[in-house]
């Protein structure tokens, strides 16, 4: 999910002096994404990476097991980086229609068929021998704040909609992203979570920034619900939780919660 020394020629640091192109730190949230839930019918994994602010998703699929730590021992050779950028590109996605296997998907996206199964075609897949693993292929991302400003912490999935909320700590803010095509996310709006507490049903409420976002099922309402943890300005204050309807975004009320 991160890979430590890319910028390894004298130049890079020219070429790639933006701060898009720093890589990802430590995930401090991660979701899978089944094949039955995700936009294009195979698995993904979606990652956050505060520091870089980024929202990135990654293809689940086997293959063999890798043989170094995933450092890149120069720009040239990391599969990482897109050949249009200095890279060698292995490792990332071309386009959308390489990660869509379900073949009503593909059409939607305008994706060539796959081709059929030889008739004598085994129904089941062999075992996968000892050295297959799983690997993770970027797909695409999005960066949803500036560099080292914690704008994107934990995420929440809802598979109705296939976006994904992502806690914008320091901008107590919940980024709404779209990922019907996975290979570019698009964020769809912003929930100003600390605007809507602060009103007087909320106490008031002043709050500091976002801890948490969760998508859930609720008994006798029609779509999703998705709830927000926010962190008072006082220290010594309980927080509040935000509640949301995951389809309309509307703001359905509040609660109080306890103290970090």
Do not use: H, M
Not at 92 to 102: A, H, L, P, T
Not at 142 to 148: A, F, K, S, V
């Amino acid at each position: 999910l991160n890979v430590r020394n890319w910028k390894t020629a004298p130049e890079d640091s020219t070429t790639f002096a933006d701060t898009y192109y720093n890589l990802n730190d430590g995930p401090e949230s991660l979701i899978f994404i089944s094949a039955e839930d995700s936009p294009v019918g195979s698995p993904l994994l979606a990652a956050a990476t505060p520091i870089a602010g980024r929202l990135s998703l990654y293809r689940i699929a086997s293959g063999d097991r890798r043989t170094t730590d995933g450092s890149c021992s120069s720009t040239a050779t990391c599969p990482y980086i897109s050949a249009a950028q200095g890279g060698a590109g292995g490792s990332v996605v071309g386009s959308v229609c390489d990660v869509i296997s379900d073949e009503d998907a593909r059409a939607d996206f305008g994706c060539a068929r796959l081709a059929p199964l030889p008739t004598n075609a085994p129904t089941s897949s062999p075992p996968a021998l000892p050295s297959s693993v799983y690997r993770l292929r970027w797909v695409g991302d999005t960066t949803l704040g500036p560099y080292d400003t914690d704008a994107a912490e934990n995420i929440a999935y809802d598979e109705d909609t296939q976006q994904i909320f992502v806690a914008n700590a320091i901008g107590a803010t919940i980024e709404v992203v779209d990922i019907t095509n996975p290979t570019a996310p698009q964020r769809e709006r912003v929930l100003r979570v600390t605007e809507d507490l602060a009103t007087e049903a909320c106490g008031s409420f002043s709050g500091e920034s976002i801890q948490s976002v969760a998508v859930a099922t609720v008994e006798g309402y029609d779509n999703k619900i998705v709830a927000v943890a926010a962190v008072s300005t006082d220290e010594a204050a309980n927080g509040q939780l935000a509640f949301y309807d995951a389809s309309t975004f509307t703001f359905l009320g509040c609660a109080e919660a306890g103290n970090k």
